[in-house]
């Protein structure tokens, strides 16, 4: 067996909640030792991101980390890039890391694309000469030429992305970290990406470390996934099985947040489906913020249950907030009497939903003893966007602004 | 320590780069360009001319003003630039800090290093003057290496003091321009150090920029090797400032991505 290449023992990080204490309080604490005891015994507001967490990684692995906002996947990360040190415990890393943990990191805005490569490799530990022979290849790989001496503060999104993931994966890195930076790009860039961290890990033997809401990358990349639930590790293992778990366990807890319980009359309405379609009507995974988008459910049911039949559609964040639900009777919507079958919509015009992953679930219910559950169904997908943090909220809403002209000014 | 030089050396590119980032973006969209680092210490220098030369008269021992304090000057602003732009550098760069990990007393170090650009191209209007003012050359400018190394000593210790500390206590960014003002001062930059009373010298003399500043001049406009009694000491601090100053700096290091 190699050495492998990340190995974490028992690795504990607390974060201190709130602000340091000031000079003043630092001052005044030291007029009396009694006071700083004080101040030692209030310091109890402190976040554990990460409680006993052990872990190896070989040369040649690629390893996925998922699990819902908070959990401390990007701690994990900012440990493996030496950004910060574990309160306990111990990370050990060989050779160069690369991290694409925030887009556009390391990059300064006023300088060209071209004066960033420069700036990055350097920050990477790149000599110039070693840079300048992978100028052009970097180059390419983002499809920049006809930019690349222009200020990258005129850069959109997906060219921020495009030359920082360049920049991170011609590096030769010994360990590759990707924090869900690569969702802004196009699907063709997403696809070179891919096609890139796959050459690494399967020609070059390098090891890639991905954190990721689209489950469709890391299934189709890692080779081990790890499921990190409030700072322990909930579940390590093949990455089907693994997501499989956290996906049921979002979807328990959601059943268990909004009081619903399915009855035996399970299996009287059959959700045969359950898509998301865009704005152009066509199904789709990821959207923007403020995307319109179509639930289409199919369904079968019993004449039994026919007229008695109504759905709710809700959507669920993957640390279970239930951040809206809605019923269709409420909405006014009845179903037509007399059929015993067929494809519901409901269409929302915006989601208004900050960058995450959800899941849609609908469920369907008794219209008559409300919320009686005859069944459920979920999908998940993405929101993305650039620029966009905890900063903005929980949730997505930009108004429009203007400015009113003093009464006594016009 | 062997290991954090290591580390250092390694990254020795990034110190290149990031320097000339400093310079490039400082300058990139002000009007003057590198002209400022001319135009700063020319203008205190006129000032303090019309203020100390015609106004109150400070002894030079024979030597032009505008020249004598201009000799001092360079240095100062040097170690001003240099204090200003150091402490703030790692609170400002804190996206930088908090998403990749290199060593960090580049970020300071490379302020230092921006204001060195200054400081020679302040330097080419400094030899203009002394060939103007038909100053002599004197064989001991060739100590100036000496000095100047020294004096970098002084100020990559201070900055690495000041710029870890501004992480924790962000007061530090207000004690900046009176710490700069009151050093100013303390220095003797617009007059000489004879100035200051016999019984004062030993305390003057704890101000590395005493020794420093007076042997600049020693050697630029007296032509005399730098005054050792004065000389001493402050490389002494100096160097324990540098020091120190690392050693503080690394230790604390862990530290500033969670807190910044």
């Known amino acids: 067996m190699p050495e492998p290449v990340i190995r974490f023992e028992q690795v504990h990080k607390a974060y201190r909640l709130g602000t340091l204490p000031s000079l003043r309080e630092r001052l005044s604490s030291w007029s009396t030792l009694l006071r700083r005891q004080q101040a030692a015994a209030n310091d109890v507001r402190t976040l554990w991101a990460l409680r006993g967490v052990d872990l190896c990684v070989q040369p040649g692995e690629t390893v996925g980390i998922i699990g819902p906002n908070g959990a401390g996947k990007t701690t994990m990360l900012k440990l493996i890039a030496g950004i910060t040190k574990p309160t306990s415990g111990r990370v050990h890393v060989r050779g160069r890391v690369s991290s694409l943990i925030e887009l556009g990191a390391g990059f300064h805005p006023d300088l060209t694309g071209r004066e960033n490569i420069f700036l990055n490799g350097a920050i990477l530990g ?37 030359l920082g993931f360049a920049v991170a994966a011609h590096v030769s890195p010994d360990v590759l970290l990707v924090d869900e930076v690569l969702s802004v790009g196009d699907a063709a860039f997403q696809r070179r990406c891919y096609e890139k961290v796959w050459d690494l890990v399967h020609h070059e033997g390098r090891s890639v470390l991905m954190v990721s809401h689209g489950f469709g990358y890391i299934r189709a990349l890692c080779n081990r996934v790890v499921w990190l639930q409030r700072g322990e590790v909930q579940q390590i293992g093949e990455p089907d099985a693994v997501i499989r778990a956290y996906e049921s366990s979002v979807f328990s807890n959601a059943r268990l947040r909004a009081g619903l319980n399915a009855t035996e009359e399970e299996g009287q309405v059959q959700i045969v489906s359950v898509t998301l379609l865009n704005e152009n009507g066509l199904p789709a995974e990821t959207y923007a913020p403020c995307d319109p988008i179509t639930v289409r459910i199919t369904y079968l049911c019993t004449p039994a249950v026919a007229n008695d039949l109504s759905f709710a559609v809700g959507v669920m964040r993957d640390d279970t907030l239930n951040c809206y639900t809605s019923y269709a009777d409420e909405c006014g919507f009845l179903l037509p009497a007399g059929y015993t079958g067929g494809v519901v919509e409901a269409h929302y015009p915006a989601l208004r939903l900050m960058p995450g992953s959800y899941q849609m679930y609908v469920t369907a219910l008794s219209r008559n003893e409300r919320r009686t559950l005859y069944t459920y169904r979920t999908v998940g997908f993405h929101v993305m966007a650039a620029g966009l943090d905890i900063r903005h909220g929980s949730f997505y809403n930009a108004p429009t602004w203007r400015f009113v002209i003093p009464e006594d000014e016009r | 320590m062997i290991r954090h030089l290591q580390m250092l050396w390694l990254h020795r590119e990034l110190l290149w780069v990031w320097t000339a980032r400093e310079v490039r973006v400082r300058y990139k969209q002000s009007l003057l360009g590198v002209g400022w680092a001319i135009l700063q210490p020319l203008a205190f220098t006129l000032m303090f001319t019309a203020v100390f030369s015609v106004v109150v008269k400070v002894p030079t021992g024979g030597i032009p003003y505008p020249i004598f304090s201009f000799t001092a000057m360079l240095p100062w602003t040097l170690l001003a630039t240099s204090v200003n732009f150091g402490v703030s550098s790692l609170v400002s760069n804190m996206n930088l800090v908090t998403k990749i990990y ?67 206590y962000r007061d530090i960014r207000f004690l900046v321009p009176l ?6 001062y303390a220095s003797p930059v617009i007059y000489p150090a004879s100035l200051i009373p016999e019984r004062w010298q030993w305390l003057y003399r704890l101000n590395p920029m005493v020794g420093l500043l007076e042997s600049y001049r020693a050697v630029l406009l007296l032509g005399q090797l730098p005054p050792a009694s004065l000389l001493a000491p402050a490389s002494v601090i100096s160097l324990a400032l540098l020091v120190s100053g690392y050693l503080w700096f690394k230790r604390v290091e862990p530290a500033f991505a969670d807190l910044i």
């Open chain 2, 102 to 168: 290199f060593p960090r007393e580049i970020l300071p170090m490379a302020a230092t290093g921006a204001a060195i650009v200054d400081f020679l191209v302040a330097g080419v209007l400094y030899v203009a003057m002394l060939l103007w003012y038909r100053m002599p050359i004197y064989p001991t400018a060739l100590l100036l290496p000496l000095l100047l190394a020294l004096q970098l000593a002084l100020i990559v210790g201070v900055v690495l003091y000041g710029a870890a500390g501004l992480v924790f």
């Open chain 2, 179 to 184: 710490g700069l003002q009151l050093w100013l």
């Open chain 1, 126 to 162: 790149l000599r110039r000469r070693e840079i300048e022979r992978l100028f052009d290849q970097i180059v390419a790989f983002a499809e920049l030429e006809r930019f690349i001496d222009t200020p990258v503060k005129r850069y959109s999104s997906g060219m921020y992305a495009r």
